[in-house]
């Protein structure tokens, strides 16, 4: 099994609460693959479960990241998580089919979100926001990310690399207003 697709061994209560917060979070994704992305912000999800480590807040992407290859990996990955879903009572931790399915729809929402989603018991950073920026050549000013406002518990890692930085050019990785 692929380092990309493994995913810890919980309690069986500990993995019926990640699994179904996976799989809602794959079927929001799904629900608004066709939206643009200033209309594809939060879907209609509780909170993350206990058993997530972060916040990953609810799901937001760009809908460019929503290829028709992830969507098909995304269906087909829900197509066999799908059982488990109509009988929880399946779900067992050394389950490796069901381990090997979630981790690969982990992978794909981390992909299409741009953040991680960490479990507990991971050896892995906490679930949060993963932005990188690529730059050619700066002339002006480029920030990674702009926020007006973040949880004080917000887990954001920027990661950056430019070409050539033009004299007077700024490179921001992220700037908030407001830490609450």
């Known amino acids: 099994m692929s380092d990309a697709f493994t995913f810890p061994v919980l309690a ?3 993995l ?3 699994f179904g917060f996976l799989y809602a979070r794959a079927g929001v994704v799904l629900d608004r693959r066709s939206l643009r992305r200033e209309e ?3 879907g209609a999800l509780e909170a993350a479960p206990a058993v997530v480590v972060g916040d990953p807040g609810p799901p937001v992407f760009d809908a460019a990241a929503l290829t ?3 969507v ?3 269906e ?10 109509d009988h929880r ?4 931790a050394d389950d490796e089919r069901l381990r090997h399915s979630l981790g690969g729809l982990r992978a794909a ?7 991680r989603l960490t479990f507990t018991g991971e050896r892995r950073p906490a679930s949060g926001v993963r932005i990188e920026q690529v730059l050619d050549e700066v002339h002006g000013r480029a920030a990674a990310l702009r926020v007006r406002r973040v949880a004080e518990s917000a887990d954001v890692s920027v990661r950056q690399r430019a070409g050539t930085v033009r004299e007077g050019a700024e490179i921001i990785g992220a700037e908030i207003d407001e830490i609450r």
């Open 12 to 14: 069986a209560s500990a």
């Open 16 to 18: 019926t609460q990640a």
């Open 40 to 42: 594809a912000g939060s």
């Open 68 to 70: 028709s290859e992830r």
């Open 72 to 74: 098909q990996r995304i």
């Open 76 to 85: 087909s990955l829900l197509g066999v998580l799908g059982v488990y879903n």
């Open 89 to 92: 009572e399946l779900i067992r």
């Open 109 to 115: 929402l981390e992909e299409i979100e741009g953040q």
